[in-house]
Structure formats: C-alpha cells, structure tokens
C-alpha cells in the first residue's frame, strides 16, 4: 500500500501562485507514475499534470500548461505542482495520485492510490 498526503492548498487571488506537495510513505518503490488532478464542484475529476518516476516524461492538460509545473523529488518520496497565474476557474480540490504503471497518458483509472485533497480558492 501506498499513502499520499496533499498540503499547501489554500485562498489566493487571482494572478497569485501556489505551490502543493504530495508526500508518500508505504511501498513508494512500487510507484512509477504521479499525478494531480482536480476536482470542482458539480464537475467532474478531470486530469492536471503527470510526471514519471525520472521526472523525465511529464504531461499537462491544455488548460493548465505554461502556468502550471508538475515535479519530484525521489528522495523526499514528495511530488509538487507550482501553480502560477492562478485563474478563478483552476478553484477546486485538487488530489495527487499515485501508479505502478507507466501511466503519464492515461485517465484516473490507471491510478490505484489517492489522497484525501487539499482545497484551492483563487479569487476574482
């Protein structure tokens, strides 16, 4: 089994930036795969950003990329997303996950491990 717990989630403006980090602890030699995603309310989970083991494959979502920077730190079993330029409609819970499996192109349903979220309020 695998733990992943998010911090760094809050209230900022619009423009602002926040940094979130994902710390893993149990079998973290078993992940390949990290990810973020998010989810507003009324809305589906949809995708943010991926990176593999290496960092050397990351995937972003359209609306996201250019503000927002997915990476790792394998000593620390902690994965971060830098988000700047926040927009109101990036508000949401925004969960890390975690994958065994090659898994930078793929869907939530590749993602066996999941954290509780953090919640992050951009105002207009």
């Known amino acids: 089994q695998v733990q992943l717990v998010e911090s760094g989630g809050g209230l900022v403006q619009a423009g602002g930036s926040l940094r979130l980090s994902c710390a893993s602890s149990?079998?973290?030699?078993?992940?390949?795969?990290m990810a973020w995603f998010r989810q507003a309310p009324g809305k589906e989970r949809e995708f943010v950003a991926t990176?593999?083991?290496?960092?050397?494959?990351?995937n972003y979502a359209d609306s996201v990329k250019g503000r927002f920077t997915i990476s790792r730190a394998n000593v620390k079993n902690t994965v971060y997303l830098q988000m700047n330029s926040l927009k109101p409609e990036d508000t949401a819970i925004y969960y890390c996950?975690?994958?065994?499996?090659?898994?930078?192109?793929?869907?939530?349903?590749?993602?066996?491990?999941w954290g509780q979220g953090t919640q992050v309020t951009v105002s207009s």
């Open positions: 996950a975690a994958s065994p499996l090659f898994a930078v192109y793929s869907g939530p349903g590749a993602f066996d491990y």
């Open positions: 149990g079998r973290t030699s078993s992940v390949y795969t």
């Open positions: 990176i593999s083991w290496n960092g050397g494959n990351t």
